[in-house]
């Protein structure tokens, strides 16, 4: 059981926050490299936080690579896992409404 919910298909719905030190050394380099994977896997709702639908093996690997591009004596990642997309409940109010990530994107 543990290992199919490892590598199980379902996806969750993980929010993804960032603040990255861009006054030290490769600050402002790590800060777009950390921005850059999140655009990757999911939304930006706001300047550093990001609207990820994963399934906990493509959340695991993200992670990983995430915390390799921090400083983590400076930087910081911050995750929250929302559970199932299909049944995360997600509220706006106020201006830049934000695209629906379980519905096909139209350009």
Do not use: W
């Not at 379902?10 to 950390?34: A, F, Q, S």
């Not at 493509?58 to 690579?65: A, E, I, P, R, Y």
């Not at 400083?71 to 997309?85: E, H, I, P, Q």
């Amino acid at each position: 059981m543990l290992i199919r919910h490892l590598c199980g298909s379902e996806k969750m719905l993980v929010l993804i926050t960032y603040d990255v030190n861009t006054e030290g050394n490769n600050g402002k380099k790590r800060l777009r490299r950390v921005a850059k994977l999140c655009v990757d896997h999911g939304i930006r709702v706001q300047n550093s936080v990001f609207e990820c639908e994963l399934t906990s093996a493509q959340c695991l690997l993200l992670k990983q690579k995430l915390m390799k591009e921090i400083d983590d004596k400076t930087d910081s990642l911050r995750f929250y896992y929302l559970g199932d997309a299909k049944k995360a409940k997600v509220e706006h109010i106020g201006a830049k409404q934000t695209v629906k990530i379980d519905q096909p994107l139209i350009f």
